[in-house]
């Protein structure tokens, strides 16, 4: 399954976000992880916790029914699940058969994030979450992060990665906005471990941003930092700065400094539930920025779903004409494809 190979579209032994902390309530909260159906809720005493969004019975959708104290009751038959998946009643019988039980899935809370294991349950190690200092985000009172947006995308996760990893697309997709050609001109400097992949473009005596000459009011040339780190299989950490470079007024002047998340998790093989977040020293910048990135964002979906709807619609698809640009989104795809020959193996 392009661009893998066929059979293959994510690894399951991974820590992915399925969903952001305060997204988590009392309230039944479904969500489609890797073409499973998961609810997620929270218990009496606060924990969260996530499971089987499906009865085993006939396959109503646990999301669609309702707690009953820290369980789940169907809403179509009334057969109760605990929060560790376990069935506890059964209406039309006194006993409860050992195989009534839903899975009960690894979920872990950091920073912004409910980060679930959705494969076997014996690898899933925390120390494979990055750190939050790993990530740049920081809990002292001089930063501001914040979620901002939950979407569904109709388009396979993998398009949402190369997005993230080829960056030379904001000089163009987003040019009225957050980019400028530089992006792309801009040789990056890669770097490549066990566990992340990263990238970084450090562009000298360069023209603003539409954002930056909106937000600041700065129209001089710019030092600019751009990159992104990759944390297998489905979150990225981005890096912004701009700094009035020597030899303009305001030299040495930090206009804007800021690290983006996003976490892109597949729902199903052609589907994604990506959920983006920001950091910033400036408060009032990241206020201001939920709004301004709107736009910013639909045009990444626009690009996935519409590349999407041409993969999934010809009778085959031909290769990629690939440039040097597409090195670190090589690279990820390596990664995540070794991954997966990895748990195919096993």
């Not at 992104?228 to 030899?247: K, L, N, R």
């Not at 930090?254 to 408060?283: E, I, N």
């Not at 009032?284 to 709807?309: H, Q, R």
Request: with cysteine.
């Amino acid at each position: 399954m392009y661009p893998f190979k066929p059979g293959s579209y994510a690894p399951r032994n991974g820590w992915y976000v399925a969903a952001f902390c305060n997204e988590i309530g009392e309230k039944l909260l479904s969500r489609w992880i890797l073409n499973q159906p998961v609810v997620l809720y929270r218990k009496a005493d606060g924990t969260a916790v996530a499971v089987q969004g499906r009865c085993p019975h006939r396959h109503f959708p646990l999301g669609d029914s309702k707690r009953v104290g820290d369980a789940i009751q169907c809403g179509y038959h009334g057969i109760t699940f605990g929060a560790d998946g376990k069935c506890t009643f059964i209406p039309s019988q006194q006993t409860v058969p050992g195989v009534y039980s839903i899975k009960a899935y690894p979920l872990v809370e950091r920073g912004l994030w409910a980060w679930i294991w959705p494969g076997e349950p014996d690898k899933a190690d925390e120390s494979l979450i990055p750190t939050m200092e790993e990530i740049g985000y920081r809990t002292d009172p001089d930063f501001h992060a914040k979620p901002f947006y939950v979407h569904h995308v109709n388009g396979r996760y993998q398009l949402l990665n190369d997005n993230l990893l080829d960056l030379t697309h904001l000089g163009y997709l987003h040019s009225g906005s957050i980019g400028t050609p530089d992006d792309a001109a801009t040789p990056e400097v890669r770097d490549l471990n066990a566990r992340r992949l990263s990238s970084r473009r450090h562009m000298k005596n360069t023209p603003p941003t539409p954002a930056i000459r909106e937000r600041w009011g700065y129209d001089g040339l710019l030092d600019r930092l751009s990159g992104m780190d990759f944390y297998f299989p489905g979150f990225h950490a981005g890096i912004g700065d701009s700094t009035v470079p020597e030899g303009q007024p305001r030299a040495g002047e930090k206009l804007a400094s800021s690290r983006v998340w996003h976490a892109v998790t597949p729902a199903t093989k052609t589907s994604t539930t990506y959920f983006f977040a920001m950091g910033s020293p400036d408060r009032s910048g990241v206020e201001f920025m939920v709004e301004y990135l709107k736009p910013v964002l639909a045009e990444d979906i626009f690009a996935t779903e519409a590349i999407e709807k041409i993969i999934t619609t010809v009778d085959e698809v031909p290769p990629e004409l690939m440039l040097r640009s597409d090195t670190t989104a090589v690279q990820g795809r390596r990664v995540l494809q070794a991954m997966m020959d990895a748990e195919a193996a096993q």
